[in-house]
């Protein structure tokens, strides 16, 4: 059974980071797609960044220079490492992950999705 779980929201100021975690299991996630998505209240859930397996790295423009994604094969783990937060980034935040992705950026092209870990940023 594939299962994903992240850790690492919280309450934060703005200005300050956080580091997000999701641990994959079920079988193993080498050869994966994974992702981070957002999704604030009253709107819908938005691409933030992703990893494919041969390690291409996407972000939506909002958090380029700010956040970092990051994947551990030996863990099935994937990060994100978020610095300078703002208000704006306020959402819960979830890790996706498929084998086979024909869009990193789209939610949709997903099968396994975590529960959300919240994170706010208060100004």
């Known amino acids: 059974q594939v299962q994903l779980v992240e850790f690492g929201g919280g309450l934060v100021q703005a200005g300050g980071s956080l580091r997000l975690s999701c641990a994959a299991s079920?079988?193993?996630?080498?050869?994966?797609?994974m992702g981070w998505f957002r999704q604030a209240p009253g709107k819908e859930r938005d691409f933030v960044a992703a990893i494919t397996w041969t390690g291409d790295i996407y972000y939506v423009d909002s958090v380029k220079g700010r956040f970092a994604i990051s994947r551990d094969n030996a863990k099935n783990t994937i990060y994100l490492q978020m610095n300078s937060l703002k208000p704006e980034d306020t959402a819960v935040y979830y890790c996706?992950?498929?084998?086979?992705?024909?869009?990193?950026?789209?939610?949709?092209?997903?099968?396994?999705w975590g529960q959300g870990t919240l994170v706010t940023v208060s100004s």
């Open positions: 079920g079988r193993p996630f080498s050869r994966d797609a």
């Open positions: 996706a992950a498929d084998a086979s992705v024909s869009s990193p950026l789209r939610a949709v092209s997903y099968r396994y």
